[in-house]
């Protein structure tokens, strides 16, 4: 059981997703310890998206098994998979903001998963002091506290993502799933963004697993990265045991078959 304040750690063995015929991932086997910050990097269609919907229960493996801190998510009740997902913090691609309300109510949204429709959509309307004096402090800690009454969609989309990640800060989660984040952004901004979601994550001691195409940006910022090709892992090692040549194999048709079969 996931208890606050505590670091989550995943865990796959033997999974296989399908969607009809489709294999989205083939046997994967993962270890992540509570606290470890780890890129997933390949291309698209490799399967990154849906390791990361795996890990929250958004999608449930064909075979093998899903563990988050011990509990294997097939076994767990309706209320118990919902508590779960509660715990993680998920940055999506879209960003999944809407526009038209303000900075706040964004960031409120963040305890949907804690407190019920009724109740959160209740406190996004009208905001107890307490929440609005957290949901400042959060976006104080990424930049932009100025920007709490403002509406969503008058802001940048480097401002938009900060809002994402004080929504899933919000939630006080014990790990942060983030799905090519920076996907949208110049390359400035995306190293901004980046720097932030692993300095705020480790100062949180929070579990990091980013989906990232920017190849040295994840370098730079991750130490563990694994690469996929085809729903398969192609590596799963350090930052600095990975050469060049399998990076560039990831994005090489010829180049990563042969690396998958060891030649």
């Not at 470890?36 to 075979?63: E, F, Q």
């Not at 999944?96 to 303000?102: H, K, Q, V, Y």
């Not at 949208?184 to 901004?192: F, K, Y």
Request: net charge neutral; with cysteine.
């Amino acid at each position: 059981m996931i208890m606050p304040g505590t670091a989550s750690g995943f865990r796959l063995e033997g999974v296989t997703v399908r969607f009809g015929e489709l294999a989205a991932l083939q046997d994967i086997d993962l270890a992540i310890a509570p606290g470890d910050a780890v890129a997933l990097v390949g291309p698209s269609g490799a399967g990154k998206s849906t390791l990361l919907r795996l890990l929250n229960g958004m999608v449930r493996p064909s075979a093998g098994s899903v563990h988050v801190n011990g509990d294997v998510l097939a076994e767990l009740s309706r209320a118990g998979l919902k508590r779960v997902r509660a715990s993680i913090g998920f940055v999506h691609q879209d960003l999944s903001l809407i526009p038209n309300l303000r900075v706040i109510q964004n960031v409120l949204a963040g305890r949907l998963g804690r407190q019920g429709l009724l109740v959160s959509a209740r406190s996004m309307l009208f905001p107890r002091r307490a929440d609005a004096a957290r949901a400042y402090e959060i976006l104080e800690r990424v930049g932009i506290p100025e920007k709490l009454y403002e509406r969503t969609d008058s802001l940048s989309g480097g401002q938009q993502q900060r809002v994402a990640l004080a929504r899933a800060l919000f939630q006080q989660p014990v790990a942060l799933l983030a799905d090519e984040p920076v996907s949208s952004v110049d390359p400035a901004r995306a190293r901004d963004t980046v720097e932030l979601l692993t300095r705020v994550s480790r100062e949180e001691g929070l579990t990091l697993v980013m989906s990232i195409h920017n190849l040295e940006l994840a370098r730079a910022c991750f130490p563990r990265l694994v690469g996929l090709r085809q729903g398969r892992i192609v590596f799963d090692r350090s930052r600095e045991e990975v050469g060049d040549d399998e990076f560039h194999a990831l994005y090489d048709l010829e180049a990563a078959e042969m690396l998958a079969d060891g030649a």
